[in-house]
């Protein structure tokens, strides 16, 4: 069975600086898809970015970027110029050729001004 | 685009009730999944839907089902209610095109059982 793991139940950050959030899964499987959801307080959660285990090349969005390490089986979120407005969970995510998601504990980034 | 909506966003009921939850996915989503999260087990696959077929379960008793309409909308159904089944029921929808679609959480239902 594939699970999900985040080693940090918190994290913080001041405004402008960079944060790396971990993440460590474990799967049997070549093909699969990871994600980190970010769920703001009392918000809906959101994707931030996504990863095909395929692609060799990290993904990146705006500030968002990854460090997949398929050999480790790590996947890390790094937030660049972290603003007020990321303060939330975020939550990394294994995914199947199907819809259903892998979700692990999830890591409370505070953001400081 | 309308988001996915849930409905109800709370509730609050008394054990050995049942509960039915609702979602209405976003226009032209097809796969519908569930999750339930709670402090204590964080954020659980309950179930998938595709075309009106269960595609995906996971690991929780029968008293947990859902189902899915010809109009993509999902409805998931608790019966004989127990405390720990208070949680933040969460669903989500997407294009369902291939693997690793962007899915779309809705707001949630908030079930408090006492």
């Known amino acids: 069975a594939q699970t999900v793991t985040q080693s940090q139940p918190e994290m913080s950050v001041q405004e402008a600086e960079t944060v790396t959030l971990s993440c460590t899964y474990d799967t049997s499987e070549s093909d699969y898809y990871l994600f980190w959801y970010k769920q703001p307080p009392s918000r809906q959660m959101i994707l931030v970015i996504r990863q095909e285990a395929y692609k060799q090349q990290n993904a990146t969005e705006n500030r968002f970027s990854v460090n997949f390490q398929k050999a480790a089986k790590s996947f890390s979120l790094k937030i660049s110029d972290s603003q007020l407005g990321d303060a939330a969970m975020y939550f990394c995510a294994y995914g199947d050729n199907t819809d259903k998601l892998i979700f692990g504990t999830g890591t409370r980034l505070q953001v400081f001004p | ?114």
């Open chain 2, 1 to 114: 685009k309308a988001g996915v909506t849930q409905t109800p966003r709370y509730l609050i009921k008394t054990r050995g009730q049942q509960v039915t939850l609702s979602c209405s996915p976003i226009s032209g989503h097809r796969s519908v999944s569930w999750y339930q999260q709670t402090p204590g087990q964080g954020l659980q696959f309950l179930f998938e839907y595709f075309s009106e077929t269960q595609r995906n379960k996971g690991n929780f008793p029968g008293r947990f089902s859902g189902r899915q309409f010809s109009n993509s909308r999902s409805e998931m159904n608790v019966s004989t209610l127990e405390l720990g089944d208070s949680a933040l029921y969460l669903c989500a929808s997407s294009l369902a095109l291939q693997g690793g679609n962007e899915q779309f959480f809705g707001p949630g239902t908030r079930l408090t059982v006492l």
